[in-house]
């Protein structure tokens, strides 16, 4: 949807200069056009059906402004071939010009990329480019969507905004791969899922732009089971396993813009079923297992970009004393710490009480604020996702119960005061959420 300066009234005076005529007529395009199966995105069969159910008047309406829209292009082309030039298909709506016609494109929702995209040639290359992507990144405007995955290899993405449910291509895979460990990350326009073919270990990647996987990345170092966070175009991963199940110190950091990996600095510690958390502009590594060591590590690590260099916080992630019986799982057992950043403040799902705490920096210690939703429960925290997706705090699960095969995804937008979780959706699925990310673009 067009928002701000680019928002032209549906009641239009036939006097208005011709210019906002256009960005009328792109307006009503994108809203009517979304019946068109989108690139990013496979809507629900209810959502594909409701859009088709537009009146009479508003279907005759959408086509003289495609009509419109296809006859001007038709007639500037003629007229730029009379002048012996050639026509400027980079130019989108030729009446307002490229650039106005990007400006207008860079605050629709992203829901509408996939019927943008379907108008035209140009407006296709304009979407794959990923250039619109580039110049939001720049502008601050982001839209944060929640990728998951309950059944080993397929992913639904859920836009928060319009509590839209999309399915993704199911990913091409042996079966090595499939019930491998998996490891995923969103950064930039993509999609990483590392996991293990036989005897090494592979990356696919899923892209926005052409609602696609691909495989054949390689990291310089290939793991598993390590801690990672993304930062607009670039993510960092740390620790975790190689292929002979040597536990890592060794950080790479990607840039999803050149495709390239980074070697940093290793960590003091190596470590393996750790968190990562980008927070006040510096990447954290949080808890762990670590070398002859079956307890899970307390410590946690930072590293400043402009020094590269890792400094260690001890006590950052204590283990809480609940008593005999609490938690008789060995540590190898246990999901690495459920950890998000909301407005640079570190939170947890401590999964044994059903807790939220919250991480004071000054003190370095975590203070419980309150409890999860009802239907956030796990098995030693495996199957549960905790998440930040843009200023809200976002748990995704489901019962553990025989029958109970749904999945619920709650948000809160963290106060001052006690957790209140709000319902976003509820989707018939698995209830065992073996993958989340989310990506902001």
Same mark, same amino acid.
């Given at each position: 949807?067009?928002?701000?300066s680019y928002l032209v009234s549906s009641d239009l005076p036939c006097a208005c200069e011709q210019?906002?005529?256009?960005?009328?007529?792109?307006?009503?395009?994108?809203?009517?056009?979304?019946?068109?199966?989108?690139?990013?995105?496979?809507?629900?069969?209810?959502?594909?059906?409701?859009?088709?159910?537009?009146?009479?008047?508003?279907?005759?309406?959408?086509?003289?402004?495609?009509?419109?829209?296809?006859?001007?292009?038709?007639?500037?082309?003629?007229?730029?071939?009379?002048?012996?030039?050639?026509?400027?298909?980079?130019?989108?709506?030729?009446?307002?010009?490229?650039?106005?016609?990007?400006?207008?494109?860079?605050?629709?929702?992203?829901?509408?990329?996939?019927?943008?995209?379907?108008?035209?040639?140009?407006?296709?290359?304009?979407?794959?480019?990923?250039?619109?992507?580039?110049?939001?990144?720049?502008?601050?405007?982001?839209?944060?969507?929640?990728?998951?995955?309950?059944?080993?290899?397929?992913?639904?993405?859920?836009?928060?905004?319009?509590?839209?449910?999309?399915?993704?291509?199911?990913?091409?895979?042996?079966?090595?791969?499939?019930?491998?460990?998996?490891?995923?990350?969103?950064?930039?326009?993509e999609l990483l899922v590392f996991g293990k073919e036989i005897e090494s270990h592979v990356i696919?990647?899923?892209?926005?732009?052409?609602?696609?996987?691909?495989?054949?990345?390689?990291?310089?170092?290939?793991?598993?089971?390590?801690?990672?966070?993304?930062?607009?175009?670039i993510a960092i991963i740390a620790g975790g396993c190689d292929s002979r199940g040597n536990i @890592?110190?060794?950080? *790479?950091? #990607?840039?999803?813009?050149?495709?390239? /990996?980074?070697?940093? &600095?290793? $960590?003091?510690?190596? =470590?393996?079923?750790?968190?990562?958390?980008?927070?006040?502009?510096?990447?954290?590594?949080?808890?762990?297992?670590?070398?002859?060591?079956?307890?899970? @590590?307390?410590?946690? *690590?930072? #590293?400043?970009?402009?020094?590269?260099? /890792?400094?260690?916080? &001890?006590? $950052?992630?204590?283990? =809480?004393?609940?008593?005999?019986?609490?938690?008789?799982?060995?540590?190898?057992?246990?999901?690495?710490?459920?950890?998000?950043?909301?407005?640079?403040? @570190?939170?947890?799902?401590?999964?044994?009480?059903?807790?939220?705490?919250?991480?004071?920096?000054?003190?370095?210690?975590?203070?419980?604020?309150?409890?999860?939703?009802?239907?956030?429960?796990?098995?030693?925290?495996?199957?549960?996702?905790?998440?930040?997706?843009?200023?809200?705090?976002?748990?995704?699960?489901?019962?553990?119960?025989?029958?109970?095969?749904?999945?619920?995804?709650?948000?809160?937008?963290?106060?001052?005061?006690?957790?209140?979780?709000?319902?976003?959706?509820?989707?018939?699925?698995?209830?065992?959420?073996?993958?989340?990310?989310?990506?902001?673009?």
């Amino acid at each position: 949807m067009l928002e701000g300066s680019y928002l032209v009234s549906s009641d239009l005076p036939c006097a208005c200069e011709q210019a906002s005529q256009w960005i009328y007529y792109a307006f009503h395009v994108i809203e009517h056009t979304k019946g068109k199966r989108p690139l990013e995105d496979v809507a629900d069969i209810g959502f594909r059906k409701s859009s088709k159910l537009l009146d009479a008047l508003e279907k005759e309406e959408t086509v003289q402004c495609l009509h419109d829209l296809s006859l001007s292009q038709e007639e500037q082309s003629d007229r730029q071939h009379d002048s012996g030039t050639h026509s400027d298909s980079s130019s989108l709506i030729h009446q307002i010009g490229r650039d106005l016609s990007i400006n207008c494109l860079l605050h629709c929702s992203r829901s509408d990329y996939g019927s943008t995209a379907s108008l035209n040639q140009s407006f296709r290359s304009l979407i794959q480019s990923g250039e619109l992507y580039r110049l939001r990144r720049q502008m601050g405007i982001i839209e944060h969507w929640v990728y998951f995955s309950c059944s080993l290899l397929e992913w639904e993405a859920f836009d928060p905004i319009r509590c839209r449910w999309m399915h993704l291509p199911t990913m091409t895979s042996n079966e090595c791969f499939m019930c491998s460990d998996k490891e995923s990350l969103a950064v930039g326009t993509e999609l990483l899922v590392f996991g293990k073919e036989i005897e090494s270990h592979v990356i696919y990647k899923y892209s926005i732009l052409t609602n696609s996987w691909s495989s054949g990345m390689k990291s310089k170092t290939p793991r598993c089971l390590f801690g990672s966070a993304s930062l607009g175009e670039i993510a960092i991963i740390a620790g975790g396993c190689d292929s002979r199940g040597n536990i @890592l110190s060794s950080a *790479e950091l #990607y840039n999803s813009e050149t495709g390239t /990996w980074e070697t940093l &600095p290793s $960590m003091n510690k190596p =470590r393996k079923l750790c968190s990562g958390v980008f927070m006040d502009g510096k990447f954290y590594v949080i808890g762990g297992v670590g070398v002859g060591n079956s307890n899970v @590590l307390t410590c946690g *690590e930072v #590293y400043d970009f402009k020094a590269r260099s /890792w400094i260690e916080v &001890p006590d $950052m992630f204590p283990t =809480r004393n609940r008593g005999a019986g609490a938690n008789d799982a060995p540590a190898v057992a246990k999901a690495p710490p459920l950890l998000a950043v909301v407005k640079n403040e @570190l939170y947890a799902a401590y999964y044994t009480e059903n807790e939220v705490w919250k991480y004071d920096k000054g003190r370095n210690l975590w203070i419980t604020i309150g409890r999860l939703p009802e239907q956030a429960t796990s098995m030693n925290g495996w199957g549960l996702a905790f998440r930040a997706c843009g200023d809200q705090l976002i748990v995704i699960g489901g019962p553990r119960a025989l029958n109970g095969r749904f999945i619920e995804i709650n948000s809160w937008e963290p106060t001052e005061g006690a957790p209140i979780w709000n319902l976003l959706g509820r989707k018939h699925s698995g209830s065992f959420v073996y993958n989340c990310a989310v990506m902001g673009c």
